[in-house]
């Protein structure tokens, strides 16, 4: 069958530090793989990205692997903010057939 | 330049109404997207609007229907409202594909 999983368990990280959020999924082919962040209550908002033939993507202290072998994906936030709290949702971009399939997200803590 | 708006914000229907939501694009983006968020989940792709035409649909029923307006502005209609329709619907502008850039979503609550 075909699934996206994300750390389904809050991840608690130190203020300053690297934060690494995972998605793997199994049965899907995308094209790009995108990634976002979602607040209590708003809509989710676009951050990165990657096509199924680059490996890294960063931007600022954003950076997002790709591998399309293992079938997984990697987000980082380095330099971890509280302001970066927040659940950060990974969508498979199936470009042949203009869907986004999403995780359910991961919900990520900083702490002061 | 405003972003996506959607109306309304929150809503109440009972059971066997009929909703309709309201969504318009940011400047520029030609293709709207729906989708519904259930709390704790991602989103799950009702379907996408392209040149006032439906062109990709997901695993929702008939019920729900879909309209997109010359100035690229969408209509998510719901028939026969379940207790299961609860949750966040988002509607997502993009420049034909990539990345999406979504509303702040109407909370539709049915009892």
């Known amino acids: 069958s075909q699934k996206i999983e994300q750390n389904s368990e809050a991840l608690n990280i130190q203020e300053g530090k690297t934060a690494t959020l995972t998605c793997n999924y199994t049965?899907?082919?995308?094209?790009?793989l995108q990634w976002y962040r979602q607040d209590p209550g708003r809509g989710p908002v676009f951050l990165l990205l990657i096509r199924e033939n680059e490996k890294e993507k960063r931007k600022e202290r954003l950076k997002v692997t790709f591998d399309t072998t293992l079938k997984q994906s990697l987000f980082h936030i380095t330099a971890s903010q509280p302001a970066d709290s927040a659940t950060y949702l990974c969508?498979?971009?199936?470009?042949?057939?203009?869907?986004?399939?999403w995780g359910a997200g991961t919900k990520l803590i900083i702490k002061p | 330049d405003a972003g996506v708006t959607q109306s309304p914000t929150h809503l109440i229907k009972t059971r066997g109404q009929q909703v309709t939501l309201r969504c318009s694009p940011k400047?520029?983006?030609?293709?709207v997207s729906w989708y519904q968020q259930a709390l704790g989940q991602g989103p799950q792709f009702i379907f996408q609007y392209y040149e006032e035409e439906e062109r990709q649909r997901g695993n929702f029923p008939d019920r729900f229907s879909g309209h997109q307006f010359p100035n690229y502005s969408s209509e998510l209609n719901v028939n026969a409202l379940l207790l299961g329709d609860s949750a966040l619907y988002l509607c997502?502008?993009?420049?034909?594909?990539?990345?999406?850039?979504f509303g702040p979503g109407t909370r539709l609550t049915v009892t």
């Open positions: 997502a502008s993009s420049p034909s594909v990539g990345e999406q850039y």
């Open positions: 049965n899907y082919s995308p094209a790009y």
């Open positions: 400047s520029g983006h030609d293709t």
């Open positions: 969508a498979l971009d199936m470009r042949s057939n203009y869907q986004l399939i």
